[in-house]
């Protein structure tokens, strides 16, 4: 038997301030028949989405509303970036699927001298997401 917990939304943490993003039944409707986005129909839709800087907006707007009302779709705009893509899609994915997404099996450790990943390290700007086993938080930091 699954044992199903609604309304729990995939939290993220962007500076001193703790996100919650969650798709009700409603904004997944709004998407889908008033702006054309369904992240529903597969992992190709939701890449689109997040290719197009209107649609991300869109649908960072509606995952965010729910759990924080007075967030404008002009303060997505202005508060979420590009740098910050690598580290939304998986807490997307995460709110969408209602799974914890984890690093790809497939990828390859930026420790290793394999001619992939950073070799100094990460900068100062590097934006990072992480998942936590426990509480599902994910970091973003400049």
């Known amino acids: 038997m699954h044992n199903i917990t609604p309304g729990v939304p995939v939290e993220f943490q962007m500076g001193d ?4 993003l969650r798709f009700t039944l409603r904004a997944l ?31 960072l707007y509606y995952g965010l509303k729910g759990s924080q009302p007075d967030i404008t779709l002009d303060w997505v ?21 209602g799974r914890q997404v984890t690093e790809s099996p497939n990828a ?10 950073l070799i ?12 936590t086993g426990s509480s599902g938080t994910s970091v973003l930091k400049n």
Do not use: C, W
């Not at 390859?108 to 990943?117: I, W, Y």
């Not at 100094?120 to 990072?128: A, E, F, K, R, V």
């Open 17 to 20: 301030t703790t996100y919650r």
């Open 29 to 59: 409707k709004v998407l889908e028949h008033e702006h054309k986005i369904s992240v529903l129909r597969g992992p190709e839709n939701i890449i689109e989405a997040i290719r197009d800087p209107e649609k991300l907006a869109l649908v």
């Open 77 to 97: 705009e202005e508060n979420f970036d590009a740098g910050m893509l690598v580290s939304l899609a998986p807490v997307i994915a995460a709110a969408i699927s």
């Open 108 to 117: 390859e450790s930026s420790d290793k001298p394999n001619g992939t990943g």
């Open 120 to 131: 100094s390290g990460l900068s100062d700007d590097t934006i990072l997401a992480s998942q």
